[in-house]
């Protein structure tokens, strides 16, 4: 399965971003989807992410600004940006946790990542 990324883009702080990411095909198990974004110099960090059953995580410095969503029928997730900062300026990768059980390892789990897309706020 492959990743694919839009949305990214130059935005004015205070402004509104809506990132994409649609997987090649459907995935039936999988354990989360959602985006991860890497800063200059600094680690790469989790934003948000969906489990299959429909919970959601955030990063607390994206909280009540940031929405995940997803939509089953196009396998794709979302990120709904609001209220950015240049603090969020970075490359947001989308992320996807499949498992694949063996006897070994039942609980197996391979990451699939996409090729990133670039936030930029500006001042």
């Known amino acids: 399965v492959q990743l694919v990324e839009s949305g990214g883009g130059l935005v004015q702080a205070g402004g509104s971003l809506r990132l994409s990411c649609e997987a090649s095909r459907r995935v039936y198990d999988f354990n989360t989807m959602g985006w991860y974004r890497q800063a200059p110099g600094k680690q790469r960090e989790l934003v948000a992410h969906?489990?299959?059953?429909?919970?959601?995580n955030y990063a607390d410095s994206v909280k009540d600004r940031f929405t995940i969503s997803r939509d089953s029928a196009k396998n794709s997730v979302y990120l709904q940006m609001n209220a950015l900062k240049p603090e969020d300026t970075a490359v947001y990768y989308c992320?996807?946790?499949?498992?694949?059980?063996?006897?070994?390892?039942?609980?197996?789990?391979?990451?699939?990542w996409g090729q990133g897309t670039l936030v930029t706020v500006s001042r």
């Open positions: 969906i489990t299959a059953g429909g919970l959601t």
């Open positions: 992320n996807l946790v499949i498992k694949v059980p063996t006897i070994e390892r039942p609980n197996n789990v391979v990451e699939v």
